[in-house]
């Protein structure tokens, strides 16, 4: 087991977007900017990891494109503005990974690890062993340990989730409880 003190510049953070960044939708999507609403503390917990992690990556699973419920426009133009207000705040994504696949089992789509290989190709310096997967749920703990990276689980819309659990390597209430670890 890591601790949370050894990570250095050095490490990447993978991070979900939807029960993560923005308050989700039961059963739905967000579908425009109109309905996407950070969670309070997220842009100063990105600002505090901002400065603790060489690349910062969001990876989403986004099915709501695939469904034909959103365009890839609505989805552009809400990752836009979102990018727009972590920034405004002092905060990053270096970039953001989706699948719209509608197939459980794409390789693209969380807890595959798709999306992280597109990372690395993308960022060949990412080390999975130097690696955090945030998440809400055990979909994205399971993309971390399907890839190889350590998982950090905030319990935002999955209070009920038990730990200690074999996904599941650490667990915070919510991403500035996670970031606050660096402070």
């Given amino acids: 087991m890591i601790d949370l003190k050894d990570i250095d510049k050095t490490w990447t953070l993978f991070i979900d977007r939807d029960g993560v960044i923005n308050h989700e939708k039961k059963d739905d999507y967000i579908r425009n900017w109109n309905e ?24 989403t699973n986004q099915k709501g494109v695939g469904k ?14 979102m990018l727009d207000m972590i920034k405004e705040n002092e905060g990053r994504v270096d970039k ?10 794409s390789y693209y789509r969380k807890p595959n690890p798709g999306m992280a290989f597109q990372a690395k190709n993308d960022f060949p310096s990412i080390d999975f062993n130097k690696s955090l997967m945030v ?49």
């Fill in 96 to 105: 953001i990974f989706f699948c719209s696949d509608l197939a459980n089992d």
């Fill in 135 to 183: 998440g809400n749920k055990l979909s994205d703990m399971g993309f971390g340990r399907n890839a190889g990276i350590h998982t950090v689980f905030v319990a935002t819309t999955n209070p009920e989730i038990e730990f200690p659990h074999h996904s599941i390597d650490f667990r915070f209430n919510n991403l500035l409880d996670f970031a606050n670890q660096f402070v």
């Fill in 36 to 59: 996407f609403r950070f969670y309070d503390g997220v842009l100063d917990a990105l600002k505090i990891l901002n400065g603790k992690f060489d690349k910062i990556l969001m990876v």
């Fill in 68 to 81: 034909g419920v959103m365009t890839l426009s609505d989805l552009s133009e809400i990752h836009e503005n």
